[in-house]
Nanobody, 120 residues
Framework: QVQLVESEGGLVQAGGSLRLSCVAS????????MGWYRQGPGKQRELVAS???????NYSDSVKGRFTISRDNAKSTVHLQMNSLKPEDTAVYYC??????????????WGQGTQVTVSS
């Protein structure tokens, strides 16, 4: 089992910054990659940033150049540095990871997420 706990969201004015954290526990050796997702009001959950075991990162077009994902393997932790925040970034932010289950990969269970609210 892998458990993921997100934290460090909050309320910030447009143009401000936040640094989200996600701590993984349990069978962390099975984690192959980490990703940050978000779900805004009335919207579907979307992947905004990911990082592989090899350190390769990817970002959605909407956050590219503003957000940075990083990983601390020793602490089984992933961060999302969010700069130049916009009101449209308002959402609940989640992390998740595909984990090995035999020869297959499956996402861990979704946690509670952390709320990010950007005011104008």
């Amino acid at each position: 089992q892998v458990q993921l706990v997100e934290s460090e969201g909050g309320l910030v004015q447009a143009g401000g910054s936040l640094r989200l954290s996600c701590v993984a526990s349990g069978s962390t050796s099975r984690i192959k990659a980490m990703g940050w997702y978000r779900q805004g009001p009335g919207k579907q959950r979307e992947l905004v940033a990911s990082i592989t075991d090899g350190g390769v990162t990817n970002y959605s077009d909407s956050v590219k150049g503003r957000f940075t994902i990083s990983r601390d393997n020793a602490k089984s932790t992933v961060h999302l540095q969010m700069n130049s925040l916009k009101p449209e970034d308002t959402a609940v932010y989640y992390c998740n990871a595909p984990v090995r289950s035999g020869s297959s990969l499956v996402l861990a269970n979704w946690g509670q997420g952390t709320q990010v609210t950007v005011s104008s």
